[in-house]
T-cell receptor
Framework: DTEVTQTPKHLVMGMTNKKSLKCEQH?????MYWYKQKAKKPPELMFV???????INESVPSRFSPECPNSSLLNLHLHALQPEDSALYLC?????????????FGPGTRLTVT | GENVEQHPSTLSVQEGDSAVIKCTYS??????FPWYKQELGKRPQLIID?????GEKKDQRIAVTLNKTAKHFSLHITETQPEDSAVYFC???????????????FGRGTSLIVHP
């Protein structure tokens, strides 16, 4: 398996809902990432997990809560989001944390907050 | 921290022409430079990358050049086709280190339009 998968593809949620995004890879990659991307903008890093431990939180609001249950899975729990949180949420993985490891992106979850 | 500038923001070419996208970076510690292609509604896809010990790399119609002294790198696409139309992002990695990870810094993207 040589790809990163994400579910769901699309998600519409109200500001009081709780939902979760899921990411999975079976390439043996030990670093996994969550990015947020607005239209025609570059991806913005949110979180990095390395060997299942949270290593970076880029000052993301607490309404976003990441979780790494095992080395293949990464979740992003969403609660009390705002309309401005509507974006494409991308998961990525890389073999390790070193600077020259290729980063592979999942197809993303298109999130709309109403 | 690292800063990556990308130009142009939009590039319009005729099918068969060449396209060049340029990026500059600020921190000489950066040592890995990937390029991503993102079609509308799709994921960013790694199309080519270059490491700082190499000056040029080619893969069929795509090439990347790196000038470490000037701190710039470029993507070259020859014989462009309509399916090359997409947003292209450059990135630099190796300078920003936090929490045990090297953080990539992305350019702002170039929207390439290839007219048939």
């Amino acid at each position: 398996d040589t790809e990163v998968t994400q579910t769901p593809k699309h998600l519409v949620m109200g500001m009081t809902n709780k939902k979760s995004l899921k990411c999975e890879q079976h390439m043996g990659h030990r670093a996994m990432y969550w990015y947020k991307q607005k239209a025609k903008k570059p991806p913005e890093l949110m979180f990095v997990y390395s060997y299942e431990k949270l290593s970076i939180n880029e000052s993301v609001p607490s309404r976003f809560s990441p979780e790494c249950p095992n080395s293949s899975l990464l979740n992003l729990h969403l609660h009390a989001l705002q309309p401005e949180d509507s974006a494409l949420y991308l998961c990525a993985s890389s073999l390790g944390q070193g600077s020259s490891y290729e980063q592979y992106f999942g197809p993303g979850t298109r999130l709309t907050v109403t | 921290g690292e800063n990556v500038e990308q130009h142009p923001s939009t590039l319009s070419v005729q099918e068969g022409d060449s396209a060049v996208i340029k990026c500059t970076y600020s921190d000489s510690a950066s040592n890995y430079f990937p390029w991503y292609k993102q079609e509308l509604g799709k994921r960013p896809q790694l199309i080519i990358d270059i490491r700082s010990n190499v000056g040029e790399k080619k893969d069929q119609r795509i090439a990347v050049t790196l000038n470490k002294t000037a701190k710039h790198f470029s993507l070259h696409i020859t014989e462009t086709q309509p399916e090359d139309s997409a947003v292209y992002f450059c990135a630099a990695r190796g300078a920003s280190f936090s929490g045990g990870s090297y953080i990539p810094t992305f350019g702002r993207g170039t929207s390439l339009i290839v007219h048939p």
